[in-house]
T-cell receptor, first 116, second 114 residues
Framework: GNSVTQMEGPVTLSEEAFLTINCTYT??????LFWYVQYPGEGLQLLLK?????DKGSNKGFEATYRKETTSFHLEKGSVQVSDSAVYFC???????????????FGQGTILTVHP | DSGVTQTPKHLITATGQRVTLRCSPR?????VYWYQQSLDQGLQFLIQ???????AKGNILERFSAQQFPDLHSELNLSSLELGDSALYFC?????????????FGSGTQLSVL
């Protein structure tokens, strides 16, 4: 079956530091890959996505590249801000077996805290 | 604001009871998804409805059921509640099913079973 493994947190950084959150996946077929972010007290928001190998998703300074050869989709940001403090989820969806794209498989989430 | 409304925000009940969680999708969205977020299981897909019909099923217990009404709002019914059902339940909506559509999540219903 499908699965997503994220690096365990929490991750604590100083403002303007470089961020990497590792994500690897196992899936049948050709999955689409996503990063969602959850701010305190809110629901998840789509941060970025990539739908095929070598695609790069980007948004708000965050980037992730779909690497089929290493089954990875690591999240990076060159300079984090205090406002980036949140929980980050890597997820995939796959149409293998006729399942819906909305049936996302999530990683465990990584808590990011950025200090001034 | 995602446009997805979930009520109530918090629910406290006792074991053995039954509760109903409500979700109103974004205007025009036909698909509704339910997810459960707990400390031990993480985020788990429960069930999806599209335009009133069940479309996909995940790790949903037999004690749980859902439906989507003609006005497209959805309800998740949880019965014979156990302590382990305590979790944050999210609803999400999208404009269609299939394809890489973006999901919009509500802010969740926090269920506490005492």
């Amino acid at each position: 079956g499908n699965s997503v493994t994220q690096m365990e947190g929490p991750v604590t950084l100083s403002e303007e530091a470089f961020l990497t959150i590792n994500c690897t996946y196992t899936a049948t077929g050709y999955p689409s890959l996503f990063w969602y972010v959850q701010y305190p007290g809110e629901g998840l928001q789509l941060l970025l996505k990539a739908t095929k190998a070598d695609d790069k998703g980007s948004n708000k300074g965050f980037e992730a590249t779909y690497r089929k050869e290493t089954t990875s989709f690591h999240l990076e940001k060159g300079s984090v801000q205090v406002s980036d403090s949140a929980v980050y989820f890597c997820a995939l969806s796959s149409r293998a077996g006729g399942t819906s794209y909305g049936k996302l498989t999530f990683g465990q989430g990584t808590i990011l805290t950025v200090h001034p | 604001d995602s446009g997805v409304t979930q009520t109530p925000k918090h629910l406290i009940t006792a074991t053995g009871q039954r509760v109903t969680l409500r979700c109103s999708p974004r205007s025009g969205d036909l698909s509704v998804y339910w997810y459960q977020q707990s400390l031990d299981q993480g985020l788990q897909f429960l069930i999806q409805y599209y335009n009133g019909e069940e479309r996909a099923k995940g790790n949903i217990l037999e004690r749980f059921s859902a439906q989507q009404f003609p006005d497209l709002h959805s309800e998740l019914n949880l019965s014979s509640l156990e302590l382990g059902d305590s979790a944050l339940y999210f609803c999400a909506s999208s404009s269609r099913t299939g394809g890489n559509e973006k999901l919009f999540f509500g802010s969740g219903t926090q269920l506490s079973v005492l």
